[in-house]
């Protein structure tokens, strides 16, 4: 199966329609059809259903859709990583992405400690909004990453457990809800004038509701001082919160581990020291 394939099943599967897929890959409709029957024919199986409105996929559809992402990432990420081999090969380096806002104590020992190994080599931070982390690692933006169960997909990386914590319930000071030492999570919900924030799919899309899309934590903690929302995040987070906010414990939320995880084929000592340097650490 070439690549090329790949790339034109996926858009055909994610546009639900052929003309928009042609449309989205800059080419005319016909040969997308006929790449996509010729496929069809050489796994022996129908991959879509046809209907009026458009494509949609059958349960083999789905398989090759989940395993053609996958491929189509390790692809790209050959090719990026490759290249940055090729432009770093006077200061060896790795990127390391994590969410911003995110675990920033746990990292600062971490980056401290790997600097001060003799063989330790540049390190580029990378941080970016949540659920963008672990897209990174897979294609090739990114050579390992901090991660947190259970927010983020960690399949098909390795991994080394950092640190295990609970959450707590972030909001804006004064509200009445602060009187509470403590709540569950249902009842953190149902705030009526503190609808909790969305996180996004692994698709970059949001669940429908009444809160603000996380796309921020900087952002969001805004609107918690402006009484707008609540946030549940890591108890580690109290360290770096400012005046205006207000914690409280929650009872019944499940625990959260802070991962270092990089890809399981990788051969970068880099990677590897920092790595060992998190275990120690």
């Known amino acids: 199966m070439e690549t090329r394939e790949l790339r034109y099943f996926v858009a055909v599967a994610e546009e639900q329609h052929v003309g928009r897929a042609a449309d989205r890959l800059g080419m005319a409709q016909p040969p997308l059809s006929r790449a996509i029957a010729q496929l069809e024919r050489r796994l022996g199986a129908e991959l879509f259903v046809r209907t009026p409105r458009g494509m949609a996929l059958t349960t083999a559809g789905e398989t090759l859709l989940r395993e053609g992402r996958v491929a189509l990432a390790a692809v790209e990420a050959a090719e990026r990583r490759t290249r940055r081999t090729v432009e770093s090969a006077d200061r060896p380096s790795i990127v390391l992405t994590a969410k911003a806002g995110a675990s920033s104590e746990l990292m600062a020992k971490l980056l401290d400690a790997y600097a001060a190994e003799p063989d330790a080599v540049a390190v580029d931070v990378l941080l970016s909004a949540p659920g963008h982390q672990a897209p990174m690692l897979r294609d090739g933006r990114a050579d390992v990453a901090i991660l947190h169960q259970p927010f983020d997909d960690l399949s098909g990386f390795d991994t080394e457990a950092l640190s295990v914590e609970d959450q ?114």
């Not at 000071?173 to 999570?185: C, K, L, Q």
């Not at 249902?186 to 503190?194: G, K, M, Q, T, V």
């Not at 402006?226 to 929650?250: C, F, I, M």
């Open 168 to 281: 707590v319930l972030i909001l804006p000071a004064g509200h009445p809800a602060t009187a509470r030492h403590s709540m569950s999570v249902a009842e953190a919900r149902s705030i009526p004038d503190l609808p909790l924030p969305r996180w996004p799919h692994l698709d970059g899309s949001y669940p429908d509701g009444p809160g603000p899309e996380l796309r921020d934590l900087t952002q969001v903690l805004q609107l918690v001082r402006l009484g707008r929302t609540a946030l549940v995040l890591p108890e580690s987070a109290q360290a770096n919160l400012r005046d205006g906010l207000a914690v409280v414990h929650l009872t019944d939320a499940p625990p959260v581990t802070t991962v270092i995880a990089w890809p399981p084929h990788s051969t970068s000592t880099g990677v590897a020291g920092l790595v060992r340097t998190a275990g120690r650490l």
